[in-house]
């Protein structure tokens, strides 16, 4: 079921399903950031109401990633809420926040690892977050997290790479070690920001495949920002669109037709949805019934 909206107010998928046991919804109230008298993004509302995979899509400076920053407290909101188990994460302070982020894990397109350190300790750095301050503070880590560190990379086909410096590996790599450093965290969700813009089709696809693997096999949530309209076909539950800060579609993949993404982008009949394609071959990917496990074997690329 979906929905699409020309104006200020878009109207948002009812879900019908039960929710999972123990699950907690997450409702977005009205969420709103302004940049002097600019707005970034204005007055989105929707619920996830399981876990799932969403895409969020549009053009760029359509609010995407600044929403995805709202929800792990990168960005301050100027209005609205988001609640998680009842509690309004937008008013969280002190250590309180910094649970809240350490819940909601954070993959950049840049990575942001540490380029001289090894890529066993750069993955260690997600249980920062979760130590005292004096373990924080020189690094200390225990033979636990080494062992959960190589298992993480492991899961991640790269378990041969531990010991090398960041800044030796490839694009594709370097970002399979964020995303491992982001389930060290043992995160609730996974906020991912362009995860594949600056990679090649092949490694995109190797990613994306790991995104998928860990919502399907740790029943996570994982929300990723994309300007590819075939990516969020293939991997995504559910796609959101947004232009100029409003949410203006809330509906399954199937529903994402070269006519609404036409509206969603704001363009005219000319517009080429090839020119967004990042050649990934969906008949590869493993549907979204099963995105297969990673191996080492991606590992080369």
Request: aromatic share 6%; net charge neutral.
């Amino acid at each position: 079921m979906s929905f699409f909206c020309n104006g200020p107010v878009a109207l948002v998928a009812q879900h019908d399903e039960h929710n999972g046991q123990g699950w907690r919804v997450i409702q977005f109230q009205e969420v709103t950031k302004t940049f002097g008298s600019r707005t970034a993004v204005n007055k989105v509302s929707f619920n996830i109401e399981k876990p799932q995979m969403v895409g969020i899509i549009g053009r760029s400076g359509a609010g995407k990633s600044t929403l995805l920053r709202m929800i792990n407290r990168l960005t301050p909101a100027s209005a609205g809420q988001i609640l998680f188990d009842g509690r309004d994460i937008l008013s969280l302070k002190g250590g309180m926040m910094r649970r809240w982020q350490r819940d909601c894990a954070m993959v950049f397109q840049q990575f942001n690892l540490v380029p001289r350190l090894d890529v066993v300790t750069n993955v260690m750095l997600g249980r920062l977050n979760g130590h005292g301050t004096l373990k924080s503070l020189f690094n200390i880590f225990s033979q636990e997290d080494v062992n959960s560190a190589l298992g993480a990379l492991d899961r991640l086909g790269i378990a041969q790479e531990a010991t090398k410096r960041a800044e030796e590996l490839s694009g594709g790599q370097q970002q399979r070690v964020a995303i491992a450093r982001a389930l060290m965290q043992d995160p609730h969700m996974i906020l991912a920001d362009e995860p594949i813009a600056s990679l090649d089709p092949m490694n995109a696809k190797i990613v994306m495949d790991a995104l998928r693997e860990i919502h399907e096999r740790d029943n996570k949530i994982v929300i990723c920002n994309l300007h590819t309209l075939d990516t969020a076909r293939t991997y995504c539950d559910r796609v959101i669109g947004m232009r100029d800060g409003f949410l203006v579609f809330d509906g399954a993949p199937e529903a994402l037709t070269t006519a609404v993404a036409r509206e969603i982008y704001g363009a005219d009949e000319s517009f080429n949805e090839a020119a967004t394609s990042t050649a990934i071959d969906a008949g590869q990917s493993g549907s979204r019934e099963s995105a297969g496990a990673m191996t080492p074997a991606a590992a080369a690329v």
